[in-house]
């Protein structure tokens, strides 16, 4: 590595120590500390236009239209076989479940700061729906820069702002937590 190399840091902290980071899966250790990890919320804007612009065949604002119902439309009345939830906010996985095909699954990706409330009969156990969740990422940084690098990825919509280091509390922190609708990365120089 030289002066002017561009560099990832990982964010999470573990111990290196407990059963799960013995196992490999240090995002799952007992003492998970993590740099710069939040809530949803804020980002679903911003979210649309990057789906938008490169990645998705249809975009739906579940707040304007019956997501389920749509994607009944678009599957010839199957529903989903995999759903993401990268909101964190409650209504989303009752739209997701209900959007499901019979055994298909939700994955929980974002952090929900709430517990929500889940009617497992009438929601997962008709249909034998599941749901998963995951947390942070553990090795996969080298696969998801060849990926973006590879397809060509355009992720710039997700960034927000770009700052130098010496404006990092004043452009940086200070903006993520006053003005957090309007940031999802800010980019800091060194
Ligand atoms: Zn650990």
Request: hydrophobic content about 40%; charged content about 30%; glycine content about 10%.
């Amino acid at each position: 590595m030289k002066v002017g190399d561009s560099v990832v840091v990982e964010a999470e902290i573990a111990c290196g120590e407990c059963p799960a980071c013995k196992a490999g899966n240090y995002n799952d250790c007992d003492k998970l500390a993590g740099i710069g990890i939040n809530g949803g919320g804020g980002l679903s804007e911003h979210k649309e236009k990057a789906l938008q612009s490169h990645s998705a065949d249809i975009v739906v604002d579940p707040s304007k239209e019956d997501l389920a119902e749509r994607v009944r439309h678009e599957t010839d009345e199957a529903g989903a076989d995999l759903v993401f939830d990268a909101a964190g906010a409650e209504p989303v996985d009752h739209q997701l479940l209900e959007a499901l095909k019979a055994t298909g699954g939700l994955m929980v990706v974002a952090l929900h700061g709430k517990p929500i409330t889940l009617n497992l009969t009438k929601e997962l156990g008709f249909g034998e729906k599941f749901i998963r969740c995951t947390m942070g990422y553990a090795n996969d940084h080298a696969d998801a820069i060849k990926l973006i690098h590879d397809r060509n990825i355009d992720l710039s919509t997700f960034i927000t702002d770009r700052i130098k280091v010496e404006d990092i509390v004043d452009k940086g922190f200070r903006q993520l937590r006053q003005d957090a609708e309007n940031h999802v990365k800010i980019i800091v120089s060194m």
